[in-house]
T-cell receptor, first 118, second 113 residues
Framework: DSGVTQTPKHLITATGQRVTLRCSPRSGDLSVYWYQQSLDQGLQFLIQYYNGEERAKGNILERFSAQQFPDLHSELNLSSLELGDSALYFC?????????????????FGPGTRLTVL | DQQVKQNSPSLSVQEGRISILNCDYTNSMFDYFLWYKKYPAEGPTFLISISSIKDKNEDGRFTVFLNKSAKHLSLHIVPSQPGDSAVYFCAARVSNSGYALNFGKGTSLLVTP
């Protein structure tokens, strides 16, 4: 158990709908990352938040948005869903983003939310 | 544009032998490399990492080698055990990108008794 929780585990919805995925980071971790894993792709970085502020953006569609709340949990909102949005969505957390190049903050991953768009 | 590539989708190794998983990258700005292990229905679990200023890092049965000139890294598992059967992801990071990781597509390792 990584200490990162994600809800729901599974989500089935229809095209055009909107869903919200939730992530609670490990206790004490300030950074939250969202990744998408499609069938034929590796994990693709979507977005990162640090202590409530957006820190980095990856290949996130404009239909997707995220936020991190004062209690540090994060939500990923996916709207106008398309069939191609069906994927596993992972949340990861780590302690901080700054530091020396030689140090690294390991990312701990949650179990993921499997989204199926019909 | 896949900046981290794992060209072998699968690998089968006999228990007790060495497993070698390979990874190539294209971005010379990557400064840290990691291997994650993933079992079905679970999130990836961190395994081992290496800084770009080193060429080898060892942790028990796991050793990661980095060849910067070839933009290549490998994970060696010795001896391989059936419990090592999982999907292994290579990942890399650029320090000024907020520590987000670029992942390869993974290699599925099967260790047979």
């Amino acid at each position: 158990d990584s200490g990162v929780t994600q809800t729901p585990k599974h989500l089935i919805t229809a095209t055009g709908q909107r869903v919200t995925l939730r992530c609670s980071p490990r206790s004490g971790d300030l950074s939250v990352y969202w990744y998408q894993q499609s069938l034929d792709q590796g994990l693709q970085f979507l977005i990162q938040y640090y202590n409530g502020e957006e820190r980095a953006k990856g290949n996130i569609l404009e239909r997707f948005s995220a936020q991190q709340f004062p209690d540090l949990h994060s939500e990923l909102n996916l709207s106008s869903l398309e069939l191609g949005d069906s994927a596993l969505y992972f949340c990861a957390s780590s302690k901080r983003t700054s530091g020396r190049v030689s140090s690294y903050n390991e990312q701990f991953f949650g179990p993921g939310t499997r989204l199926t768009v019909l | 544009d896949q900046q981290v590539k794992q060209n072998s989708p699968s690998l089968s190794v006999q228990e007790g032998r060495i497993s070698i998983l390979n990874c190539d990258y294209t971005n010379s700005m990557f400064d840290y490399f990691l291997w994650y292990k993933k079992y079905p229905a679970e999130g990836p679990t961190f395994l081992i990492s290496i800084s770009s200023i080193k060429d080898k890092n060892e942790d028990g049965r796991f050793t990661v080698f980095l060849n910067k000139s070839a933009k290549h890294l490998s994970l060696h598992i010795v001896p391989s055990q059936p419990g090592d059967s999982a999907v292994y992801f290579c990942a890399a990071r650029v320090s000024n990108s907020g520590y987000a990781l670029n992942f390869g597509k993974g290699t599925s390792l099967l260790v047979t008794p």
